[in-house]
Structures are given as structure tokens and as C-alpha cells.
């Protein structure tokens, strides 16, 4: 098991290095600079500009800003923003709870729905059921985003009004962010002085769900499909027939001999989810407002602000690889044969 | 009382204005401690019989039969709930394939001592020295330390004593072995037949022997079933049934021994292959393929007519004949 995770690690340097390139090219690929945004195109004076630039080091050749680059990320300084002068650092972990906690949010709807449907369509193979489940997937999975939350604002915010249109929370709290998670927060703050912050969590509560299914529905719909085929797959084995001629019930053999072996799968597009979650955050707290690391790279990328973007996507990038990896290694935990592997 | 007793079974599948039967009008009894070989080319209904028996068709084939007991319980108008009690406790079955058999993902302790937990309640210290004991006797070396390997760890001899242990777990009144060594190598496969003929007398089990091996078949069992396309073609005592074949069938899977086409410059073989859904034919099942066929062969499918301890599917049995070996 230890020469399997060291494996893992090891394959992840060369990834590392992809990232800072990609990120540190694309972002200088798009027209305009720091500079020009801020002071706009027209009133920039030649002189002024080209001292500015030179100010923030963005008029050296490219490969030697790029080195800049490596050599401040080897120090582990990220940079300042070049609009807020706020580390970039900071900047992340006060915003990243809200992403974090939307996303798991999203992430538990869809595994639990997903796993769900996806046992349940695949033991009932060929039903009404099945059919629901497999079409209404399909729908999902095919939904843009910012189409489907919008539907939704429609439908549920606007015309019933049973959920907040945007935001985390109502204007009337105030709510101190102890742990950035508004959901703990609020509680917190409710228990703490329940008259003045009365109805705090559910109201926290209430603004995640929509943001949370929106984000969750292509997740779902990819678990949902990838557990009943894993399901079906595994259903014909050998060894899920040997359970039932050792007179198991039939919980017992879906759940004990054939889900463990099913979930294999299904645990790496899990993981591959979350790149894909990261992706959908951007979009979704675009339409909700939301406050997290989403909004603020869409933010940064409006404003070529290079060591936001740069680091954040980096900061990014290496959650998603970092879950993979760690999918990685419950993968080995879920299928012994990928353990022992030499 | 005989402990299986299997009248007129027959099990269909696919749609039901055109159902193909695997297996058709088949009747088989097995005694206490009795060993029955069950032989038969790839495709006559051998497997699926057994599967019917023990409920694990699911749902996919039809069942329908005159009777269906084991030790006195009727197998067809019994529960799920109940049948799950005989099954893995009172029959046990091991298959074909010993690396596909085991789940990969539990270790072999663990899938042996479920068995025990569920149909005998065994927990802690008891379990695990009841589930040493079976890995014990079936011959498995560090029996102890294997408890705890997954089943990749293991060759294809040590998987089939696994599922075997697994099997013989709740000491059964009857034992299935179907084709237990086919996917093994030939010197792993005397060891694994030695080692259920010796746990069958031990334990006192009836053991139903599935395999294409009549020469094991000949050596250890008492009386044999010949199938052919979902028919028992012959049934009968051994040897009496290897000496003197009644049934064309059998004539032919027996002269199809290497050994007994020594000197011959071609084995003997029976051309053709067992007829499949939409070539059945109307008459005798063997008809298109039989040396002895006759014109009414062709029409008429022959009933089964007793014949000593056994009984033959044939118009024309090979009675008065010398075997054309």
C-alpha cells in the first residue's frame, strides 16, 4: 500500500508542472493587460503604461516572467492581487468554505440521489423505473447550467417563492464567520442567541438548495448511469451467482457482493466529479451569487489580474488532482487486486 | 426415501407462445450418500437443472415439474425465504470456474465464515476455528494465514478447495460439483476429484458429479445420467451402463475415449452438435446425428422406457448388440 500511494505521488509532479504552464500561458493568450483594464484602453497614456508594466515585472521576455513564476511558487508565495493588493492566498481560504461548502453540498445530493437510482433502475432492470431514471438522466446531463438554474429561480424563487433567489444568507443576519461554513455558522450563531439569530440555519438551509441541485444534477446523472451499468456488469458474475447458491438473502447479495464490487467504478467518475464540480461552481455561483472561488476567478479573469488567476486556477487544479489522488487510494482500499498490483 | 427426487421437470426460456425447452420432461432421483455422475455434451441442460433445483434462475427461465422434493420439502411451491435455508446449508453447489467463483473483494475467511454466519449463526472464536477446520479439510497448507488472502492470491487449485470449503461448510445432504475441474490444470484436476470423493464418503453427502470425464465417472460413481439436449438419454448402474450402453448416445460419448480408439487411425466421433433453439428436431432429439437412425426416428420422439435399475429414451436400443466399440 505504500509503494502504491508513493506511485501516485510521483505521477503527480509532471502534472503539477502542466498546470502552472497551462494557466500561465492561456491567461497572457487573452488580449489586453493588467494595466489596460484598470486604466482603460483609450485615456492610457504609451509612457505611463510601459512604466506600469514595468512596475509589476510584466515587461520582461516570457520565459523569464515565467520563471519569476516557478521561483516565487518554490518559496510558497503566491503572489498579491494586482487590483485588490491582497494576498492571494488570503484571498482563497476566506472565499473557498463557500465554494467548499456548496460543493459538497452538491456532492452528497448526488451520490446519495445517484447511488440510489442507480441500484435501484439496475434491479429493475427493464421497468417503468429504469426507463424514468435513465431518460431523466439523460436530460440532466445534457442541461447547460446557467440554463437550468435559471428554470429553477423561475419555478421555485420566483413563482411559489419557497427558496431565496441568490445569496447565502438573508441581509437581516449577521452572522460572524467562525469556519466560513454557513451552515455551521448559522447554527452556531442561532444556538448561541437564539431570539436575535432565530430561524438563522434554516435560512442558510434554504439558500443552499437550489445552488446545490443545480451543481449536483450533472454529477448525479453521471453516478446514477455509471452505478446501474457497473450493477448490471456485475450482476452476471460468477461470484454474485456463488453468493446466492450460499442462500444469502438478496439484500445481502446486492449490497455485500455485488455493490462493493460495483462501486469500483462508480468511485473514480466520483472523483473525476469534483473537476467537474470545480467547473460547474464557476457558472453556478455566477447565477446564485455566490461568494466563493468560482465568482472571484470569473472575477480575476475580467480583470487579467495574472497572479489571481494563475494561482487560483493552481490552488484549484491541485484540490482536483489531490481528490483524485485520493480517490486513488480508496480505489486500492475498495479492490485489493489494484493494491497488491507491483 | 430417496433425498432428490426430480419427476418430469422441464425448464423454458424466452417467450412463452415460443418457448425453447433447455431442459425437457427430465427425471433424476439421488439417495443418501449416493453418487451420481451427471454427463453430457456442453449445451444438453446439465448445468440449468442443477440451477433450477437450487432457485438460481432468477426469474429468467420457467420452471414447471411433476415433483420437485428434496429430503422430503416440496422445492416448487416452497418460499424465497424458505429455500434460502436449504440452499448453501442442506445443497451446496460449487461451479465450474473457481477464479471467477469467489468474490474478489472479501477475503477467503470472510467468505467462507458468512456461509456459517448466516445458516448456522457461528460468531467470534467458534467461526474462526470452524472455518480453519474446513480450510483444513480440504487439504489447503497454512490454512491459518490463508484465512486472510484475497482470492487473486490464490491458484485455481487452492480457489476450487476454497469454494469447496465453502460448500461443505454446513455439512449438506447433497452436494453439486459442476464440472469442478474443468478450468484447472490436469495435474490439479485427479487431486480436486480425489478430494470430493473422499469428503462425499467422510461426510456422508450424496454428491451429484457434473463432468465430461467418464473415466472418473466409471471409477467413482454409483449410478449415472447421460443427457442429451435437456433429455436424460440413459440412465443406469455403473459399470453396468459403461459396459453395455443401450442408448446410441452413450455408445458414442463412450467410443469417443481416446483410449478405446487405440490402434485406430482416426478417434471416433460423433459428427454434429447438440441442436440449439431453432433446430430441434421433431422426432428423437439425436435423429439428425445418430449412426442407427430409422425413418421413424425422425417423427416420433421415443418416451423413456425402463431397463434394468435404469431407463433409455430410444426406438431402436442397442439391446441384442454387441457395442461397436
Redesign the interface.
Known sequence: MFTFILRRLGLLIPTFFGITLLTFGLIRMIPGDPVEVMMGERSLDPQMHAEALHRLGLDKPLYAQYFDYLSNLARGDLGQSLVTRENVWAEFTTLFPATLELALCAMLFASVVGLLAGVLAAIKRGSLFDHGVMGISLTGFSMPIFWWGLVLIMFFSVSLGWTPVSGRLDLMFDIPPDTGFMLIDAWRAEAADPEYNAGAFKDALMHLILPSIVLGTIPLAVIARMTRSSMLEVMQ???V?????????PA?VIFV?TL??ALIPVLTVMGLQVGVLMGGAVLTETIFSWPGIGKWLIDAIGRRDYPVVQNGILIVATLVILTNFIVDILYGI????IR?AK | MSLLEIKNLSVQFGRKDAPFNAVEGLDLTVNEGELVGIVGESGSGKSVTMMAM?G?L?GQGRIVADKLSFDGKDLLTISARE???????DI??I?Q?PM???????TVGYQIM??LK??QGLRGAALKARALELMQMVEIPAAESRLSA?P??LSGGMSQRV?IA?AIACKPKLLIADEPTTALDVTIQAQIMELLVSLQKSQNMALIMITHDLAVIAEVAQRVAVMYAGQVVEMGAVPGLFRQPVHPYTEALLSSIPEHSKGASRLSTLPGIVPGQYDRPAGCLLSPRCPYVQPNCRQDRPALSPHGEGAYRCHYPLLNKETAR
Open positions: 458474475e460468477d461470484y451467482r456463488t453468493a446466492r447458491a450460499k442462500g444469502l438473502s445481502r457482493h462493493r464490487n475498495a479492490n485489493p487486486r497488491h | 437450487m438460481l432468477e429455500r434460502r435455508k436449504i440452499v448453501g446449508k451446496a453447489m461451479f470456474d471467477t467463483s469467489l468474490n474478489p473483494s472479501y458468512e456461509v448466516v445458516h484475497y487473486h492470491q469454494v465453502m
